[in-house]
């Protein structure tokens, strides 16, 4: 599976990423989505059924009407999440290793490219 996100600070910042520019990965007992661009957008910890950590994937934008006023305020990211992207503009892409759980999220930009993975040894006995 490979997702693409046109601009990863577009992705973040200025839209709800959809629910197909997510990665899942898990250990058994409880698993995270992991956007295209880096950002955790849900996880609860340390098992399925405990409470929410992060809840960004359901919970992006609040709109809250103030009752006094009859105004409507948004209220932005009350979910929660957690993110690692690069500060220039790039294209994200996400993959997993071909018959594994393991998900890949590179960041390219003119100047390169960068993936963030660390495969322990251990893992890659043959």
Not at 68 to 82: F, I
Not at 90 to 103: A, R
Request: charged fraction near 15%.
């Amino acid at each position: 599976m490979v997702v693409q996100s046109a601009n990863s600070k577009l992705a973040f910042h200025d839209r709800e990423t959809d629910i197909s520019e997510h990665g899942i990965i898990g250990n058994c007992r409880t698993a995270a989505l992991i956007s295209v661009n880096g950002t955790v957008a849900s996880l609860c910890w340390p098992y399925f059924d405990s409470p929410s950590i992060f809840a960004r994937i359901v919970d992006v934008q609040k709109c809250v009407i103030d009752y006094y006023s009859h105004a409507k305020l948004r209220l932005k990211n009350r979910g929660g999440h957690w993110s690692m992207e690069p500060q220039m503009t790039t294209v994200s892409k996400q993959m997993y290793l071909p018959s594994t759980n393991i998900l890949g999220t590179k960041f390219l930009a003119d100047d390169g490219e960068f993936l963030c993975l660390q495969v322990p040894s251990a893992w890659l006995t043959i």
